[in-house]
């Protein structure tokens, strides 16, 4: 019994950030991903004899993350309770000057800005890739689609993200001359 629990622990904290930044695409809420995330490794260590089939522990956890946030989102809307997503703000050190502290804070903003006004199944798949680092196969056992819907989603997430994130060196160009 112990070895499964120091297992178990190794397992939780390989997994645990990666899932709770998951969870927290999916609810806007901390307190709401740290309970799903909570639950998904409770269900783990539940059904820990029954998983050794398991080819993918990161895609799984994923499923069970989405399928966990899809049924607190259903209670919500069915106690109709109102929901009010938190600030996520991102705290990055830069060591430049003032100006291209403005500067990259604005690009920062803006890009915080267009990746949370991508519709909901693009903004799923860039934060799956792009910021959890999965494949796209994996993305797409996880989200029930097919490989090429996910390029497809992803480089409509490119597209949008690149139209709006416009850099422009004004600036720069004016020191030139």
């Known amino acids: ?19 709770l930044r998951f969870s927290f695409t999916l609810t806007h809420s901390k ?3 740290e309970e799903i ?11 820990r004899a029954s998983l050794a089939h398991i080819k993918n522990p990161q895609v799984y956890l994923f499923v069970i993350a989405k399928n966990k946030a899809i049924d607190h989102h259903r209670k919500q809307v069915a106690s109709r309770q109102v929901f009010f997503p938190e600030e996520d703000k991102i705290d990055i050190a830069f060591d430049s000057n003032p100006e291209q502290l403005m500067i990259s804070a604005e690009m920062v903003r803006k890009m915080e800005f267009a990746i949370q006004q991508l519709p909901p199944k693009c903004k799923m798949v860039f934060t799956l890739i792009k910021q959890n680092g999965m494949k796209y196969k994996e993305v797409a056992a996880v989200m029930n689609l097919s490989v090429k819907t996910v390029e497809n989603q992803l480089a409509i997430a490119m597209k949008r993200l690149t139209a709006a994130v416009s850099f422009t060196f004004g600036t720069a160009s004016k020191a030139v001359k």
Request: net charge negative; glycine share 0%; aromatic share 22%.
């Open 1 to 19: 019994m112990n070895n499964d629990q120091a297992a178990f622990r190794a397992f939780y904290n390989h997994f645990f950030v990666t899932l």
């Open 31 to 33: 307190e709401i991903a």
């Open 37 to 47: 995330t909570n639950d998904v490794f409770m269900h783990c260590w539940q059904k």
